[in-house]
């Protein structure tokens, strides 16, 4: 069965920390891969997408295809990174909809 | 994404009372999809809609349905509200490709006394 996980639901770092933000997946084949993340009372946006291989806010996340894993990484947290990030395979079958995992809370703290 | 709104914000209800929860877009994608969102469990797919003649069930369709009256219009209904329904629940949109980014509404909180 297709299935993402989240390993962490709170994670708490320092300023200036490094993050990482762990998401793992169950899947024969290769799917496309997405952050989503929810700031405080604001809509849940796209984040990062594997495909473009673009660097948001400094965040960066690698295919690990032996793991399968795409951890989300950033080298220094800034404390408006606080908020809940989803992790968001997106299977091939069935029209390619996403499936989003459980969940990490991030808290930066000073 | 002011483009993708959603009717009411906020909604408090009796149980076996009907609901109706509204979702509108003007970016104009085919694509349309409502979820809930629990803590612990994130977010959960309750039914898909690909076009207007298309509607899929998701993962927890159970005690739902949906009517996909235009491209832009997409509701989400509970017949008989039950507290277990209590959630906070997302309407989102995507382009035809496949995996396309979704674009996500602001969110209804439902509360089922």
């Known amino acids: 069965a297709q299935r993402v996980t989240q390993p962490e639901k709170l994670l708490s770092v320092f300023k200036g920390a490094p993050v990482e933000l762990k998401c793992n997946y169950s899947y024969s084949g290769s799917p496309e891969l997405f952050w989503y993340v929810q700031y405080s009372r604001q809509r849940l946006q796209l984040l990062l997408r594997h495909i473009s291989r673009e660097s948001i806010k400094g965040f960066t996340a690698d295919l690990n295809k032996g793991e399968t894993s795409f951890h989300l990484k950033k080298p220094f947290a800034q404390e408006e990174d606080s908020a809940m990030y989803y992790c968001?395979?997106?299977?091939?079958?069935?029209?390619?909809?996403?499936?989003f995992g459980t969940g990490t809370q991030l808290k930066v703290e000073l | 994404d002011a483009d993708v709104t959603q009717t009411p914000r906020n909604r408090i209800t009796k149980t076996g009372k009907r609901i109706m929860l509204e979702c509108s877009q003007t970016k104009g994608h085919d694509r349309m999809y409502w979820y809930r969102q629990d803590p612990g469990l994130g977010l959960r797919l309750i039914y898909y809609?690909?076009?207007?003649?298309?509607?899929n069930k998701g993962e927890i369709s159970d005690g739902y349905s949906v009517s996909r009256q235009a491209q832009a219009k997409f509701s989400l209904s509970l017949e008989s509200a039950i507290p277990n329904q209590t959630a906070l629940y997302f309407c989102a949109t995507s382009q035809r490709e496949s995996a396309d980014t979704q674009y996500f509404g602001p969110g209804t909180r439902l509360t089922v006394l």
């Open positions: 809609s690909f076009d207007v003649k298309d509607i």
């Open positions: 968001a395979p997106a299977f091939t079958g069935g029209g390619n909809k996403l499936t």
